[in-house]
T-cell receptor
Framework: KNEVEQSPQNLTAQEGEFITINCSYS?????LHWLQQHPGGGIVSLFM???GKKKHGRLIATINIQEKHSSLHITASHPRDSAVYIC?????????FGTGTSLTVIP | ETGVTQSPTHLIKTRGQQVTLRCSSQ?????VSWYQQALGQGPQFIFQ???????GRGNFPPRFSGLQFPNYSSELNVNALELDDSALYLC???????????FGEGSWLTVV
């Protein structure tokens, strides 16, 4: 059983569409991170959540601790949003990663 | 710019050799963690250090070891390299469990 399940695995959207990526988990966490990885390596941390909701520009992240579920939303998607988005759990002494969502935004 | 730098960026080693990868974190980042990412796969957690002590470990054998130093730098050492160790090795740091995490650009290791 995976500690973290992420969906969808692949996502193609037209520019301007609203996008949602989901993450469900089964372990107790101290924090949940949404990460973005572009081809070639570099991982950027988008959000760190322990409760509630955070917004940064066109990105919104929410977490429901009771339901063990988090979502990452991208409003008005743009081709430069094309990347792999990864949900990562911090349990305090372990990190668990989702399989990632490969997003392609078509102009 | 995350303030986390890793070296070297690329290296090639022969099976059976040993390698040391280095990471320099921001001042005040007491937690450092290391990850292995094979091509086309997601990151896998290797271990985490807090204030120079290992306080978490993933499913990696003992030939993967690390050190964290008082100057916020750290090392990942891998002994008896195997072909499957070829991957991107990422270092990340944060102040504590409830702080944002910052990743380095990674070190690409190829074992031949």
């Amino acid at each position: 059983k995976n500690e973290v399940e992420q969906s969808p695995q692949n996502l193609t959207a037209q520019e301007g569409e609203f996008i949602t990526i989901n993450c469900s988990y089964s372990v107790g966490i101290s924090a949940l991170h949404w990460l973005q990885q572009h081809p070639g390596g570099g991982i950027v941390s988008l959000f760190m959540l322990s409760s509630g909701k955070k917004k940064h520009g066109r990105l919104i992240a929410t977490i429901n601790i009771q339901e063990k579920h988090s979502s990452l939303h991208i409003t008005a998607s743009h081709p430069r949003d094309s990347a792999v988005y990864i949900c990562a759990l911090n349990t305090g002494n372990q990190f668990y990663f989702g399989t990632g969502t490969s997003l392609t935004v078509i102009p | 710019e995350t303030g986390v730098t890793q070296s070297p960026t690329h290296l090639i080693k022969t099976r059976g050799q040993q390698v040391t990868l280095r990471c320099s974190s921001q001042s005040g980042h007491n937690t450092v963690s290391w990850y292995q990412q094979a091509l086309g796969q997601g990151p896998q957690f290797i271990f985490q250090y807090y204030r120079e002590e290992e306080n978490g470990r993933g499913n990696f054998p003992p030939r993967f070891s690390g050190l964290q130093f008082p100057n916020y730098s750290s090392e990942l050492n891998v002994n008896a390299l195997e072909l499957d160790d070829s991957a991107l090795y990422l270092c990340a740091s944060s102040r504590d469990d409830l702080s944002p995490i910052y990743f380095g650009e990674g070190s690409w290791l190829t074992v031949v």
